[in-house]
Protein backbone atom coordinates (compact mmCIF):
# COMPACT_ATOMS: atom_id res chain seq x y z
CA UNK A 1 0.00 0.00 0.00
CA UNK A 2 2.54 2.38 0.81
CA UNK A 3 4.43 1.37 -2.21
CA UNK A 4 1.95 2.37 -4.48
CA UNK A 5 1.68 5.76 -2.67
CA UNK A 6 5.26 6.55 -3.33
CA UNK A 7 4.85 5.07 -6.66
CA UNK A 8 2.27 7.69 -7.24
CA UNK A 9 3.60 9.93 -5.75
CA UNK A 10 6.73 9.81 -8.05
CA UNK A 11 4.46 9.27 -10.80
CA UNK A 12 3.26 13.00 -10.27
CA UNK A 13 6.59 14.39 -9.73
CA UNK A 14 7.28 13.17 -13.06
CA UNK A 15 4.34 14.36 -14.82
CA UNK A 16 5.07 17.91 -14.35
CA UNK A 17 2.55 19.70 -16.40
CA UNK A 18 -1.01 18.99 -15.41
CA UNK A 19 -3.00 17.73 -18.68
CA UNK A 20 -6.69 18.58 -18.97
CA UNK A 21 -7.59 14.58 -19.01
CA UNK A 22 -5.65 14.55 -15.08
CA UNK A 23 -7.63 17.04 -13.81
CA UNK A 24 -10.84 15.57 -15.03
CA UNK A 25 -9.78 12.43 -13.66
CA UNK A 26 -9.09 14.10 -10.09
CA UNK A 27 -12.58 15.62 -10.36
CA UNK A 28 -14.06 12.23 -10.98
CA UNK A 29 -12.06 10.38 -8.46
CA UNK A 30 -13.23 12.30 -5.71
CA UNK A 31 -16.64 13.31 -6.66
CA UNK A 32 -17.50 9.56 -6.59
CA UNK A 33 -15.70 9.12 -3.31
CA UNK A 34 -17.54 12.18 -1.04
CA UNK A 35 -21.12 10.80 -3.19
CA UNK A 36 -20.27 7.26 -2.32
CA UNK A 37 -19.14 7.97 1.28
CA UNK A 38 -21.54 9.93 1.44
CA UNK A 39 -24.02 7.43 1.09
CA UNK A 40 -22.15 5.24 3.38
CA UNK A 41 -22.67 8.01 6.39
CA UNK A 42 -25.43 9.20 6.04
CA UNK A 43 -28.01 6.52 7.57
CA UNK A 44 -25.63 6.33 10.66
CA UNK A 45 -25.86 10.24 10.82
CA UNK A 46 -29.01 10.18 10.28
CA UNK A 47 -29.58 7.44 13.58
CA UNK A 48 -27.02 9.76 15.19
CA UNK A 49 -29.31 12.84 15.17
CA UNK A 50 -32.51 11.61 15.95
CA UNK A 51 -30.74 9.63 18.97
CA UNK A 52 -30.07 13.09 20.22
CA UNK A 53 -33.48 14.42 20.14
CA UNK A 54 -36.00 15.32 23.18
CA UNK A 55 -39.42 13.68 22.73
CA UNK A 56 -40.99 17.60 21.79
CA UNK A 57 -38.01 17.94 19.27
CA UNK A 58 -38.45 14.25 17.69
CA UNK A 59 -42.28 14.70 17.10
CA UNK A 60 -42.09 18.15 16.14
CA UNK A 61 -39.02 18.89 14.00
CA UNK A 62 -38.21 17.01 10.17
CA UNK A 63 -35.79 13.72 11.08
CA UNK A 64 -32.82 15.52 9.44
CA UNK A 65 -32.69 18.78 11.72
CA UNK A 66 -29.88 18.78 13.84
CA UNK A 67 -31.10 18.22 17.00
CA UNK A 68 -30.38 21.66 19.68
CA UNK A 69 -28.65 19.60 22.38
CA UNK A 70 -26.12 16.90 20.43
CA UNK A 71 -24.95 15.77 23.60
CA UNK A 72 -28.72 14.91 25.11
CA UNK A 73 -28.14 10.99 26.24
CA UNK A 74 -31.68 10.81 27.77
CA UNK A 75 -32.41 8.44 24.85
CA UNK A 76 -29.32 6.55 25.16
CA UNK A 77 -30.03 5.77 29.27
CA UNK A 78 -33.55 4.96 28.26
CA UNK A 79 -32.81 2.44 25.28
CA UNK A 80 -30.39 1.23 27.68
CA UNK A 81 -32.66 0.42 30.08
CA UNK A 82 -35.24 -0.71 28.16
CA UNK A 83 -33.80 -3.08 26.12
CA UNK A 84 -31.91 -4.49 28.93
CA UNK A 85 -28.55 -4.18 27.10
CA UNK A 86 -26.30 -4.18 30.42
CA UNK A 87 -27.36 -7.96 30.72
CA UNK A 88 -26.49 -7.94 26.69
CA UNK A 89 -23.75 -6.96 26.78
CA UNK A 90 -22.22 -8.68 29.55
CA UNK A 91 -23.74 -12.00 27.74
CA UNK A 92 -22.32 -10.79 24.98
CA UNK A 93 -18.95 -10.39 26.16
CA UNK A 94 -18.80 -13.43 28.03
CA UNK A 95 -19.52 -15.26 24.80
CA UNK A 96 -17.09 -13.50 22.94
CA UNK A 97 -13.99 -14.36 25.42
CA UNK A 98 -15.14 -18.08 25.55
CA UNK A 99 -15.57 -18.40 22.24
CA UNK A 100 -12.96 -16.40 20.88
CA UNK A 101 -10.36 -18.68 23.30
CA UNK A 102 -12.01 -21.78 22.52
CA UNK A 103 -11.89 -21.18 18.71
CA UNK A 104 -8.26 -19.79 18.63
CA UNK A 105 -6.84 -23.23 20.66
CA UNK A 106 -9.11 -25.47 18.81
CA UNK A 107 -8.41 -23.69 15.29
CA UNK A 108 -4.56 -23.52 15.76
CA UNK A 109 -4.32 -26.80 16.93
CA UNK A 110 -5.82 -28.49 13.97
CA UNK A 111 -3.94 -26.16 11.67
CA UNK A 112 -0.73 -27.26 13.39
CA UNK A 113 -1.48 -30.92 12.85
CA UNK A 114 -2.53 -30.67 9.46
CA UNK A 115 0.56 -28.53 8.42
CA UNK A 116 3.04 -30.37 10.17
CA UNK A 117 2.21 -33.77 10.03
CA UNK A 118 2.00 -36.30 7.14
CA UNK A 119 -1.21 -38.96 8.20
CA UNK A 120 -3.49 -41.02 6.58
CA UNK A 121 -6.87 -38.59 6.93
CA UNK A 122 -5.10 -35.16 6.52
CA UNK A 123 -6.54 -34.19 3.47
CA UNK A 124 -9.71 -36.07 4.54
CA UNK A 125 -10.02 -33.53 7.02
CA UNK A 126 -9.55 -30.68 5.07
CA UNK A 127 -11.96 -31.86 2.84
CA UNK A 128 -14.20 -32.07 5.07
CA UNK A 129 -13.72 -28.78 6.65
CA UNK A 130 -14.03 -27.04 3.23
CA UNK A 131 -17.50 -29.65 2.32
CA UNK A 132 -18.21 -28.27 5.53
CA UNK A 133 -18.64 -23.92 4.17
CA UNK A 134 -20.59 -24.86 1.72
CA UNK A 135 -23.42 -26.05 3.16
CA UNK A 136 -26.15 -22.99 4.06
CA UNK A 137 -25.48 -22.41 8.01
CA UNK A 138 -28.93 -20.99 8.64
CA UNK A 139 -30.83 -23.75 6.64
CA UNK A 140 -28.80 -26.26 8.73
CA UNK A 141 -30.34 -25.34 11.79
CA UNK A 142 -33.58 -26.73 10.80
CA UNK A 143 -32.14 -29.77 12.17
CA UNK A 144 -29.56 -28.65 14.34
CA UNK A 145 -32.25 -27.47 16.22
CA UNK A 146 -33.61 -30.75 16.87
CA UNK A 147 -29.95 -32.31 18.12
CA UNK A 148 -29.74 -29.26 20.52
CA UNK A 149 -32.83 -29.72 22.06
CA UNK A 150 -32.64 -33.62 22.15
CA UNK A 151 -28.81 -32.88 24.13
CA UNK A 152 -30.62 -30.17 26.21
CA UNK A 153 -29.23 -27.23 25.33
CA UNK A 154 -31.01 -25.04 24.37
CA UNK A 155 -31.66 -22.12 26.58
CA UNK A 156 -28.10 -22.27 27.96
CA UNK A 157 -25.19 -20.04 27.14
CA UNK A 158 -22.88 -22.77 26.91
CA UNK A 159 -25.01 -24.67 24.55
CA UNK A 160 -24.70 -21.77 22.58
CA UNK A 161 -20.76 -21.01 23.28
CA UNK A 162 -19.93 -24.84 22.36
CA UNK A 163 -22.09 -24.27 18.36
CA UNK A 164 -20.62 -21.45 18.22
CA UNK A 165 -16.71 -22.81 19.31
CA UNK A 166 -16.23 -25.07 15.59
CA UNK A 167 -13.82 -23.66 13.68
CA UNK A 168 -14.63 -22.56 9.91
CA UNK A 169 -12.62 -23.02 7.15
CA UNK A 170 -11.34 -19.78 6.64
CA UNK A 171 -9.94 -19.32 9.80
CA UNK A 172 -7.86 -22.72 9.78
CA UNK A 173 -6.41 -21.67 6.33
CA UNK A 174 -5.42 -18.14 7.75
CA UNK A 175 -3.96 -20.01 10.19
CA UNK A 176 -2.46 -23.35 8.05
CA UNK A 177 -1.15 -19.99 5.64
CA UNK A 178 0.59 -18.79 8.11
CA UNK A 179 2.13 -22.01 9.59
CA UNK A 180 3.64 -22.42 6.13
CA UNK A 181 5.94 -19.53 6.75
CA UNK A 182 6.80 -20.89 9.73
CA UNK A 183 10.13 -23.53 9.17
CA UNK A 184 9.91 -26.78 10.09
CA UNK A 185 13.50 -26.76 11.12
CA UNK A 186 12.27 -24.57 14.04
CA UNK A 187 10.29 -27.65 15.00
CA UNK A 188 13.19 -30.34 14.56
CA UNK A 189 15.92 -28.20 16.50
CA UNK A 190 13.60 -28.17 19.51
CA UNK A 191 12.39 -31.87 19.10
CA UNK A 192 15.92 -33.05 19.37
CA UNK A 193 16.56 -30.68 22.83
CA UNK A 194 13.66 -32.65 23.99
CA UNK A 195 10.83 -30.87 23.36
CA UNK A 196 7.67 -32.56 22.78
CA UNK A 197 5.35 -32.11 20.15
CA UNK A 198 2.26 -30.24 22.36
CA UNK A 199 5.53 -27.75 23.89
CA UNK A 200 6.55 -27.29 20.81
CA UNK A 201 3.05 -26.16 19.51
CA UNK A 202 2.70 -23.94 23.31
CA UNK A 203 5.87 -22.50 24.01
CA UNK A 204 7.47 -21.27 20.33
CA UNK A 205 4.55 -21.82 17.36
CA UNK A 206 1.76 -19.99 19.36
CA UNK A 207 3.49 -17.25 19.89
CA UNK A 208 4.95 -17.16 16.44
CA UNK A 209 1.49 -17.07 14.90
CA UNK A 210 0.20 -14.11 16.51
CA UNK A 211 -0.45 -12.19 13.91
CA UNK A 212 -2.92 -15.21 11.95
CA UNK A 213 -4.46 -15.03 15.31
CA UNK A 214 -5.28 -11.16 15.47
CA UNK A 215 -6.45 -11.18 12.43
CA UNK A 216 -8.72 -14.59 13.24
CA UNK A 217 -9.96 -12.69 16.51
CA UNK A 218 -11.28 -10.11 15.05
CA UNK A 219 -12.71 -12.27 12.03
CA UNK A 220 -14.48 -14.39 14.18
CA UNK A 221 -15.14 -11.77 16.97
CA UNK A 222 -16.98 -9.27 14.81
CA UNK A 223 -18.90 -12.49 13.65
CA UNK A 224 -20.06 -13.26 16.68
CA UNK A 225 -20.62 -10.37 18.11
CA UNK A 226 -22.74 -9.89 14.93
CA UNK A 227 -24.93 -13.37 14.96
CA UNK A 228 -28.38 -13.25 15.26
CA UNK A 229 -30.15 -15.71 13.80
CA UNK A 230 -28.91 -18.60 16.43
CA UNK A 231 -28.61 -16.45 19.53
CA UNK A 232 -32.20 -15.88 19.00
CA UNK A 233 -33.40 -19.28 18.35
CA UNK A 234 -31.57 -20.93 21.01
CA UNK A 235 -31.60 -18.38 23.66
CA UNK A 236 -34.76 -18.06 24.16
CA UNK A 237 -35.08 -17.00 27.57
CA UNK A 238 -34.62 -13.07 25.94
CA UNK A 239 -34.44 -11.46 29.71
CA UNK A 240 -31.69 -13.25 31.01
CA UNK A 241 -30.14 -14.77 27.94
CA UNK A 242 -29.77 -11.93 25.20
CA UNK A 243 -27.43 -10.63 23.74
CA UNK A 244 -26.42 -7.45 22.51
CA UNK A 245 -28.31 -8.30 18.62
CA UNK A 246 -31.37 -10.18 20.42
CA UNK A 247 -31.70 -7.59 23.04
CA UNK A 248 -32.20 -4.82 20.15
CA UNK A 249 -35.13 -6.99 18.46
CA UNK A 250 -36.85 -5.84 21.44
CA UNK A 251 -37.70 -2.44 19.66
CA UNK A 252 -39.98 -4.11 17.65
CA UNK A 253 -43.49 -4.72 18.29
CA UNK A 254 -44.99 -1.66 20.85
CA UNK A 255 -41.73 0.05 20.49
CA UNK A 256 -41.66 -0.15 16.60
CA UNK A 257 -42.07 3.90 15.53
CA UNK A 258 -40.32 5.31 18.62
CA UNK A 259 -36.99 5.75 16.15
CA UNK A 260 -35.68 8.11 18.86
CA UNK A 261 -34.95 5.42 21.62
CA UNK A 262 -34.80 3.27 18.37
CA UNK A 263 -31.58 5.06 16.93
CA UNK A 264 -29.98 5.76 20.40
CA UNK A 265 -30.30 1.61 21.06
CA UNK A 266 -28.79 1.12 17.38
CA UNK A 267 -25.81 3.47 18.09
CA UNK A 268 -24.62 1.73 21.45
CA UNK A 269 -25.05 -1.73 19.90
CA UNK A 270 -22.44 -0.49 17.31
CA UNK A 271 -19.97 1.60 19.82
CA UNK A 272 -18.19 -1.58 20.23
CA UNK A 273 -17.54 -2.25 16.63
CA UNK A 274 -16.69 1.24 15.62
CA UNK A 275 -14.03 1.39 18.70
CA UNK A 276 -12.57 -2.28 17.42
CA UNK A 277 -12.39 -0.80 14.12
CA UNK A 278 -10.42 2.28 14.80
CA UNK A 279 -7.68 0.57 16.53
CA UNK A 280 -7.63 -2.34 14.02
CA UNK A 281 -8.71 -1.22 10.88
CA UNK A 282 -5.61 -2.45 9.13
CA UNK A 283 -5.92 -6.28 10.69
CA UNK A 284 -9.83 -5.87 9.79
CA UNK A 285 -8.58 -5.04 6.26
CA UNK A 286 -6.04 -7.66 6.10
CA UNK A 287 -8.43 -10.38 6.89
CA UNK A 288 -10.92 -9.82 4.79
CA UNK A 289 -8.60 -9.96 2.07
CA UNK A 290 -7.10 -13.21 3.62
CA UNK A 291 -10.57 -14.87 3.43
CA UNK A 292 -10.03 -14.13 -0.43
CA UNK A 293 -6.93 -16.28 -1.00
CA UNK A 294 -9.23 -19.12 -0.37
CA UNK A 295 -12.42 -17.95 -1.61
CA UNK B 1 18.41 -47.84 19.33
CA UNK B 2 17.48 -45.77 16.56
CA UNK B 3 14.03 -47.58 15.82
CA UNK B 4 13.08 -47.20 19.18
CA UNK B 5 13.58 -43.74 19.64
CA UNK B 6 11.74 -43.62 16.14
CA UNK B 7 8.88 -45.30 17.78
CA UNK B 8 8.43 -43.26 20.34
CA UNK B 9 8.52 -40.31 18.45
CA UNK B 10 5.89 -41.73 15.98
CA UNK B 11 3.58 -42.61 19.15
CA UNK B 12 3.86 -38.81 20.45
CA UNK B 13 3.15 -37.81 16.83
CA UNK B 14 0.37 -40.20 17.08
CA UNK B 15 -0.74 -38.63 20.19
CA UNK B 16 -0.95 -34.87 19.35
CA UNK B 17 -2.59 -35.96 15.89
CA UNK B 18 -5.20 -36.79 18.12
CA UNK B 19 -5.76 -34.59 21.24
CA UNK B 20 -5.73 -32.01 18.49
CA UNK B 21 -8.14 -33.34 15.87
CA UNK B 22 -10.52 -34.93 18.07
CA UNK B 23 -12.30 -31.71 19.32
CA UNK B 24 -12.82 -30.22 16.19
CA UNK B 25 -13.91 -32.81 14.36
CA UNK B 26 -16.21 -33.48 16.89
CA UNK B 27 -17.66 -30.44 16.74
CA UNK B 28 -17.71 -30.51 13.43
CA UNK B 29 -19.64 -33.86 13.04
CA UNK B 30 -21.88 -32.91 15.75
CA UNK B 31 -23.13 -29.33 14.49
CA UNK B 32 -22.28 -30.46 10.48
CA UNK B 33 -22.62 -33.09 9.40
CA UNK B 34 -24.90 -35.41 11.72
CA UNK B 35 -27.46 -32.58 11.34
CA UNK B 36 -26.35 -32.78 7.64
CA UNK B 37 -27.78 -36.43 7.69
CA UNK B 38 -30.41 -35.50 9.82
CA UNK B 39 -31.66 -32.78 7.38
CA UNK B 40 -31.40 -35.25 4.16
CA UNK B 41 -33.34 -38.12 6.05
CA UNK B 42 -36.61 -35.71 7.52
CA UNK B 43 -36.80 -34.31 3.49
CA UNK B 44 -38.51 -37.49 3.18
CA UNK B 45 -40.86 -36.50 6.06
CA UNK B 46 -44.03 -35.47 6.84
CA UNK B 47 -43.39 -34.46 10.38
CA UNK B 48 -43.04 -31.61 12.99
CA UNK B 49 -40.12 -31.82 15.88
CA UNK B 50 -42.70 -33.24 17.98
CA UNK B 51 -44.81 -35.87 17.23
CA UNK B 52 -45.54 -38.81 14.63
CA UNK B 53 -43.95 -38.91 11.75
CA UNK B 54 -44.84 -40.36 8.54
CA UNK B 55 -42.62 -41.50 5.41
CA UNK B 56 -43.83 -39.58 1.99
CA UNK B 57 -40.97 -40.14 -0.43
CA UNK B 58 -40.56 -37.17 -2.72
CA UNK B 59 -43.54 -35.12 -1.91
CA UNK B 60 -41.80 -32.80 -0.10
CA UNK B 61 -39.62 -32.42 -2.93
CA UNK B 62 -42.57 -32.07 -5.25
CA UNK B 63 -44.10 -29.26 -2.97
CA UNK B 64 -41.08 -26.95 -3.47
CA UNK B 65 -41.58 -26.69 -7.19
CA UNK B 66 -45.29 -26.31 -6.87
CA UNK B 67 -45.80 -24.08 -4.13
CA UNK B 68 -46.14 -20.25 -5.60
CA UNK B 69 -44.54 -18.74 -2.69
CA UNK B 70 -41.42 -20.56 -2.81
CA UNK B 71 -41.10 -20.69 -6.58
CA UNK B 72 -41.60 -16.81 -5.65
CA UNK B 73 -38.84 -17.10 -3.61
CA UNK B 74 -36.53 -18.06 -6.25
CA UNK B 75 -37.70 -15.33 -8.66
CA UNK B 76 -36.74 -12.77 -5.81
CA UNK B 77 -33.40 -13.63 -5.49
CA UNK B 78 -32.73 -12.39 -9.24
CA UNK B 79 -33.19 -9.31 -7.52
CA UNK B 80 -30.68 -9.38 -5.16
CA UNK B 81 -28.50 -11.05 -7.84
CA UNK B 82 -28.47 -8.37 -9.91
CA UNK B 83 -27.89 -6.25 -6.91
CA UNK B 84 -24.41 -8.10 -6.17
CA UNK B 85 -23.90 -7.84 -9.64
CA UNK B 86 -23.85 -3.88 -9.13
CA UNK B 87 -22.06 -3.97 -6.06
CA UNK B 88 -19.13 -6.04 -7.61
CA UNK B 89 -18.69 -3.32 -10.85
CA UNK B 90 -18.99 -0.56 -7.98
CA UNK B 91 -16.72 -2.34 -5.40
CA UNK B 92 -14.24 -3.01 -8.68
CA UNK B 93 -14.31 0.46 -9.24
CA UNK B 94 -13.52 2.26 -6.26
CA UNK B 95 -11.12 -0.21 -5.64
CA UNK B 96 -9.33 1.06 -9.04
CA UNK B 97 -9.31 4.28 -7.50
CA UNK B 98 -7.73 3.60 -4.35
CA UNK B 99 -5.00 2.25 -6.64
CA UNK B 100 -3.67 5.58 -7.70
CA UNK B 101 -3.12 8.43 -5.41
CA UNK B 102 -6.34 9.40 -3.27
CA UNK B 103 -5.79 11.95 -0.45
CA UNK B 104 -6.67 10.79 3.27
CA UNK B 105 -7.12 7.39 1.44
CA UNK B 106 -7.37 5.22 4.76
CA UNK B 107 -10.69 7.71 6.00
CA UNK B 108 -12.33 7.12 2.98
CA UNK B 109 -11.70 3.29 2.90
CA UNK B 110 -13.08 3.23 6.66
CA UNK B 111 -16.12 5.49 5.70
CA UNK B 112 -16.95 2.72 2.87
CA UNK B 113 -16.04 -0.27 5.16
CA UNK B 114 -17.84 0.14 8.71
CA UNK B 115 -21.00 -0.55 7.72
CA UNK B 116 -19.93 -4.23 7.34
CA UNK B 117 -19.13 -3.91 10.91
CA UNK B 118 -22.46 -3.59 11.85
CA UNK B 119 -25.07 -6.21 12.97
CA UNK B 120 -27.84 -7.70 10.72
CA UNK B 121 -30.41 -6.47 13.35
CA UNK B 122 -28.89 -2.87 13.61
CA UNK B 123 -28.95 -2.30 10.27
CA UNK B 124 -32.37 -3.41 9.58
CA UNK B 125 -33.73 -0.55 12.38
CA UNK B 126 -31.40 1.84 10.59
CA UNK B 127 -33.10 1.19 7.23
CA UNK B 128 -36.24 0.89 8.64
CA UNK B 129 -35.77 4.54 10.02
CA UNK B 130 -34.29 5.52 6.61
CA UNK B 131 -36.98 4.29 4.05
CA UNK B 132 -40.43 5.22 6.78
CA UNK B 133 -42.76 7.76 4.82
CA UNK B 134 -41.22 11.52 5.10
CA UNK B 135 -37.75 10.35 7.24
CA UNK B 136 -34.31 10.10 5.87
CA UNK B 137 -34.44 9.37 2.18
CA UNK B 138 -37.79 11.43 1.79
CA UNK B 139 -36.08 14.14 3.39
CA UNK B 140 -33.25 13.97 1.41
CA UNK B 141 -34.82 13.88 -2.23
CA UNK B 142 -37.32 16.70 -1.52
CA UNK B 143 -34.10 18.33 -0.80
CA UNK B 144 -32.51 18.25 -3.99
CA UNK B 145 -36.12 18.77 -5.79
CA UNK B 146 -38.35 15.76 -5.20
CA UNK B 147 -42.19 16.18 -4.65
CA UNK B 148 -42.95 14.03 -2.05
CA UNK B 149 -46.41 12.98 -3.23
CA UNK B 150 -44.59 11.57 -6.30
CA UNK B 151 -42.27 9.48 -4.06
CA UNK B 152 -43.28 5.60 -3.85
CA UNK B 153 -43.26 3.93 -0.30
CA UNK B 154 -40.05 2.27 -0.36
CA UNK B 155 -41.25 -0.38 1.93
CA UNK B 156 -44.71 -1.20 0.97
CA UNK B 157 -44.87 -0.35 -2.81
CA UNK B 158 -44.16 -3.80 -4.37
CA UNK B 159 -42.37 -2.30 -7.69
CA UNK B 160 -39.72 -1.01 -5.61
CA UNK B 161 -39.87 -2.29 -1.77
CA UNK B 162 -37.50 -5.11 -3.55
CA UNK B 163 -34.52 -2.90 -4.90
CA UNK B 164 -34.69 -1.01 -1.56
CA UNK B 165 -34.17 -4.38 0.20
CA UNK B 166 -31.32 -4.97 -2.21
CA UNK B 167 -29.80 -1.45 -1.56
CA UNK B 168 -29.24 -2.05 2.33
CA UNK B 169 -27.45 -4.95 1.44
CA UNK B 170 -25.36 -3.38 -1.30
CA UNK B 171 -24.94 -0.75 1.24
CA UNK B 172 -23.71 -3.18 3.86
CA UNK B 173 -20.69 -5.08 1.79
CA UNK B 174 -19.75 -2.67 -1.18
CA UNK B 175 -16.83 -2.16 1.11
CA UNK B 176 -15.66 -5.22 2.23
CA UNK B 177 -16.22 -6.19 -1.85
CA UNK B 178 -13.89 -3.63 -2.26
CA UNK B 179 -11.35 -4.10 0.23
CA UNK B 180 -11.44 -7.48 -1.22
CA UNK B 181 -10.55 -6.33 -4.60
CA UNK B 182 -7.97 -3.80 -3.41
CA UNK B 183 -6.09 -6.68 -1.54
CA UNK B 184 -5.95 -8.84 -5.07
CA UNK B 185 -5.13 -5.64 -6.73
CA UNK B 186 -2.09 -4.83 -4.68
CA UNK B 187 -0.98 -8.71 -4.70
CA UNK B 188 0.43 -7.27 -7.86
CA UNK B 189 4.07 -6.53 -8.16
CA UNK B 190 3.80 -2.90 -7.40
CA UNK B 191 6.51 -1.82 -9.33
CA UNK B 192 4.50 -2.58 -12.35
CA UNK B 193 2.24 0.51 -11.15
CA UNK B 194 5.38 2.78 -11.66
CA UNK B 195 6.68 1.45 -15.02
CA UNK B 196 3.06 1.90 -16.22
CA UNK B 197 3.14 5.47 -15.30
CA UNK B 198 6.94 6.10 -16.91
CA UNK B 199 6.19 5.01 -20.04
CA UNK B 200 2.88 7.24 -19.60
CA UNK B 201 0.16 5.03 -20.05
CA UNK B 202 -2.97 6.40 -18.83
CA UNK B 203 -5.73 5.29 -16.54
CA UNK B 204 -7.60 2.64 -18.73
CA UNK B 205 -4.82 1.26 -20.06
CA UNK B 206 -3.65 0.84 -16.39
CA UNK B 207 -6.52 -0.84 -15.51
CA UNK B 208 -6.74 -2.64 -18.51
CA UNK B 209 -3.22 -4.16 -18.41
CA UNK B 210 -2.16 -4.26 -14.96
CA UNK B 211 -5.48 -4.10 -12.60
CA UNK B 212 -8.05 -6.38 -14.62
CA UNK B 213 -5.70 -9.67 -15.07
CA UNK B 214 -4.82 -9.32 -11.37
CA UNK B 215 -8.17 -9.56 -9.88
CA UNK B 216 -10.08 -11.68 -13.34
CA UNK B 217 -10.17 -14.77 -10.53
CA UNK B 218 -11.55 -13.00 -7.51
CA UNK B 219 -14.08 -11.19 -9.52
CA UNK B 220 -15.28 -14.51 -11.26
CA UNK B 221 -15.66 -16.08 -7.87
CA UNK B 222 -17.10 -13.42 -6.55
CA UNK B 223 -20.09 -13.43 -9.40
CA UNK B 224 -20.55 -17.27 -8.96
CA UNK B 225 -21.04 -16.70 -5.38
CA UNK B 226 -23.28 -13.98 -5.63
CA UNK B 227 -25.77 -16.64 -6.85
CA UNK B 228 -25.25 -18.92 -3.88
CA UNK B 229 -25.68 -15.54 -1.88
CA UNK B 230 -28.69 -14.25 -3.50
CA UNK B 231 -30.86 -17.59 -2.75
CA UNK B 232 -29.42 -17.00 0.84
CA UNK B 233 -30.37 -13.48 1.47
CA UNK B 234 -32.38 -13.53 4.54
CA UNK B 235 -31.22 -10.26 7.05
CA UNK B 236 -32.27 -7.45 5.32
CA UNK B 237 -35.86 -8.77 4.75
CA UNK B 238 -36.23 -10.62 7.71
CA UNK B 239 -35.32 -7.38 10.09
CA UNK B 240 -37.11 -4.68 7.57
CA UNK B 241 -39.99 -5.91 6.20
CA UNK B 242 -40.44 -9.46 7.81
CA UNK B 243 -41.18 -11.08 4.36
CA UNK B 244 -44.23 -8.63 4.11
CA UNK B 245 -45.50 -7.58 0.96
CA UNK B 246 -43.79 -10.21 -1.03
CA UNK B 247 -40.24 -9.52 0.08
CA UNK B 248 -39.93 -12.91 1.70
CA UNK B 249 -36.90 -14.75 0.32
CA UNK B 250 -36.03 -17.95 0.29
CA UNK B 251 -34.86 -18.15 3.79
CA UNK B 252 -37.29 -16.13 5.12
CA UNK B 253 -39.88 -18.47 4.04
CA UNK B 254 -38.11 -21.57 5.18
CA UNK B 255 -37.83 -20.23 8.54
CA UNK B 256 -41.33 -19.73 8.53
CA UNK B 257 -42.08 -23.42 7.30
CA UNK B 258 -39.46 -24.53 10.06
CA UNK B 259 -40.08 -22.96 13.03
CA UNK B 260 -43.55 -21.21 12.64
CA UNK B 261 -45.39 -23.98 10.67
CA UNK B 262 -43.16 -26.39 11.49
CA UNK B 263 -43.64 -28.27 8.52
CA UNK B 264 -39.99 -29.79 9.13
CA UNK B 265 -39.66 -32.34 6.24
CA UNK B 266 -40.88 -29.42 3.81
CA UNK B 267 -38.37 -27.22 5.30
CA UNK B 268 -35.19 -29.79 4.81
CA UNK B 269 -36.80 -30.64 1.22
CA UNK B 270 -36.13 -27.16 0.67
CA UNK B 271 -32.62 -26.76 2.29
CA UNK B 272 -31.72 -29.56 0.44
CA UNK B 273 -32.68 -28.37 -2.89
CA UNK B 274 -30.46 -25.06 -1.95
CA UNK B 275 -27.61 -27.54 -1.42
CA UNK B 276 -27.70 -28.53 -5.02
CA UNK B 277 -28.14 -25.51 -6.11
CA UNK B 278 -24.86 -24.66 -4.20
CA UNK B 279 -23.30 -27.58 -5.82
CA UNK B 280 -24.07 -26.84 -9.27
CA UNK B 281 -22.86 -23.37 -8.85
CA UNK B 282 -19.47 -24.59 -7.08
CA UNK B 283 -19.09 -26.95 -10.11
CA UNK B 284 -19.67 -24.48 -12.76
CA UNK B 285 -16.95 -21.97 -10.83
CA UNK B 286 -14.27 -25.03 -10.71
CA UNK B 287 -15.04 -25.73 -14.51
CA UNK B 288 -14.67 -21.88 -15.41
CA UNK B 289 -11.64 -21.89 -13.65
CA UNK B 290 -9.61 -24.59 -15.62
CA UNK B 291 -10.77 -22.39 -18.68
CA UNK B 292 -8.87 -19.37 -16.92
CA UNK B 293 -6.60 -20.22 -14.73
CA UNK B 294 -4.78 -21.55 -17.99
CA UNK B 295 -5.19 -17.82 -19.19
CA UNK B 296 -4.38 -16.22 -15.62
CA UNK B 297 -0.92 -18.36 -16.21
CA UNK B 298 -0.42 -17.46 -19.97
CA UNK B 299 -0.98 -13.90 -18.63
CA UNK B 300 1.37 -14.11 -15.88
CA UNK B 301 3.94 -15.42 -17.88
CA UNK B 302 3.39 -12.59 -20.12
CA UNK B 303 3.62 -10.11 -17.59
CA UNK B 304 6.55 -11.21 -16.47
CA UNK B 305 8.22 -10.89 -19.46
CA UNK B 306 6.90 -7.67 -19.78
CA UNK B 307 8.47 -6.45 -16.53
CA UNK B 308 11.90 -8.31 -17.18
CA UNK B 309 11.64 -6.21 -20.50
CA UNK B 310 10.68 -3.06 -18.59
CA UNK B 311 13.46 -3.21 -16.17
CA UNK B 312 16.25 -3.66 -18.80
CA UNK B 313 15.00 -0.90 -20.38
CA UNK B 314 14.97 1.09 -17.49
CA UNK B 315 18.54 -0.03 -16.75
CA UNK B 316 19.38 0.96 -20.69
CA UNK B 317 18.06 4.16 -19.87
CA UNK B 318 20.09 4.71 -16.58
Not at chain 1, 59 to 71: A, D, R
Not at chain 1, 168 to 173: E, L
Not at chain 2, 94 to 108: D, M, P, Q, Y
Not at chain 2, 143 to 156: E, I, M, V
Request: aromatic share 14%; glycine share 6%; proline share 3%.
Amino acid sequence: MVAVKENSIKSQNLRVTCKPGAIAWTAVKYFSLIFCCFIAVLPIVSCVITAAKTEAEYQSTNVMTPPSNWFNITNYTKAFTMANMGVAFLNSFLILCIVLLGSTLIGSQLAYVLNRFKFPGNGLIRNLFTFAALLPGIAMQVSVYEIMTSLHLINTLYGYIIMMCGTDVMSMYIYIQYFENLPISLDESAYLDGASYFKIYWKILLPLLKPAIVTNLILKGVGVYNEYYCANLYLQDKRRLCTVATSLYTFTGPLGNKYNLICAGVIISLLPALIVFCICQKQIYNGVSAGAVKG
Amino acid sequence: MTKKKLGSRQRQQLTVIFAFTVIPLFLLILFTYYPFCKMVQFSFYNMKYIGPRKFIGLRNYIQVFKRDDIIRTMLLSLYYMAGSVVQIGLALYIATVFCFKVKAENLWKGFLFFPYMINGIAIGFIFKFFYTRGFVLDTVLQALGFDLNNLPYWLKDQAINNWSLVFSSVWRYLGSTMVLFLGAMMSVDTTLYEAAAMDGANKWQTFKHIILPSIKTIVTLNIILSITGSLSAFEPPYVITSGANGTGTFFVVMNDIAHTSQKVGLASAMAVFLLVVIFIAKMLQDLLFKYIFRNVNADDESHEAKKRHKKTALERGV
